[in-house]
Nanobody, 122 residues
Framework: QVQLVESGGGLVQPGGSLRLSCAAS????????IGWFRQAPGKGREGVSC????????VYADSVKGRFTISRDNANKMVYLQMNSLKAEDTAVYYC???????????????WGQGTQVTVSS
């Protein structure tokens, strides 16, 4: 059974950093393109970033480019999202997902995790 579990969210001040983790199980991570998505209060879900299974290439939404970094550790079945220089507008529930089309914006057709809350506020 495919399972994704996000962690690492929390409350951080503007300009701060957080690292989100996505633990994958029930499938072979090596063969799957994974993405991070977020949903802010009152808004639709948007693709933030994705990382290809084939060559490790990455895509970032314009709103996070230069501040966020996605990475993967296939051996330990983990995907990460390093978030720096956080802004209030980054406040959202963040989700990881499988079977992602790694374009702009990223879109997912696979499984989703339950999400982790990120709140950026002073």
């Amino acid at each position: 059974q495919v399972q994704l579990v996000e962690s690492g969210g929390g409350l951080v001040q503007p300009g701060g950093s957080l690292r989100l983790s996505c633990a994958a199980s029930g499938f072979t991570l090596d063969y799957n393109t994974i993405g991070w998505f977020r949903q802010a209060p009152g808004k639709g879900r948007e693709g933030v970033s994705c990382i290809s299974h084939s060559d490790g290439s990455t895509v970032y939404a314009d709103s996070v480019k230069g501040r966020f970094t996605i990475s993967r550790d296939n051996a330990n079945k983990m995907v990460y999202l390093q978030m720096n220089s956080l802004k209030a507008e980054d406040t959202a529930v963040y989700y990881c997902a499988t079977e992602v089309y790694c374009g702009l914006p990223p879109t997912a057709i696979g499984s989703w995790g339950q999400g982790t809350q990120v709140t950026v506020s002073s």
